[in-house]
């Protein structure tokens, strides 16, 4: 199963990544392996025929990819989990945060704010499963596992 987490600068994507590869998963960040690239206007996308190439593996166990692009919407991903936070909990995720730098400028928070109110609806749509991400790392983790897990077939 190959399984998308999805969502907005701050809203914990990398966290759980680190989360679930702490208890042994095969777990990608787009942003922290390579998987995403520059593009005009200061934004970043996926290079997709990377992800592709991934996700054509089809992995026996589950795989988790994280990151948010347009390119999400044509890669076969068998799940998808939209992360979400407030508004409040993303601006101050994104002005402390030290793994990444995105974000620390006003002008980068205005536009993951506007992705808020923008895209965020149309991840909502799209996704089967969407989880506040409020909560420690550990806590989400349990409740994305709990989920996915459940819908994984044993043969």
Do not use: H
């Amino acid at each position: 199963m190959r399984v998308l987490l999805t969502g907005m600068s701050g809203a914990g994507k990398s966290a759980l990544v680190q989360e679930l590869r702490r208890r042994g998963f095969e777990a990608y960040d787009a942003d922290d392996d390579g998987f995403s690239e520059k593009r005009g206007e200061g934004r970043w996308g996926w290079r997709a025929d990377l992800v592709a190439d991934l996700l054509a593996d089809d992995p026996p166990g589950v795989l988790f990819f994280a990151g948010c692009s347009e390119e999400q919407a044509s890669l076969p991903f068998d799940y998808r989990i939209l992360l979400t936070a407030p508004e409040a909990v993303l601006v101050e995720r994104l002005s402390t945060r030290t793994t990444n730098s995105y974000g620390a400028s006003a002008e980068q928070r205005s536009q993951v704010l506007a992705d808020l109110a923008e895209i965020e609806p149309l991840l909502r749509r799209s996704a089967d499963l969407v989880i506040a991400t409020t909560a420690r790392p550990s806590q989400v983790a349990d409740a994305v596992l709990e989920r996915v897990l459940g819908s994984v077939r044993v043969v």
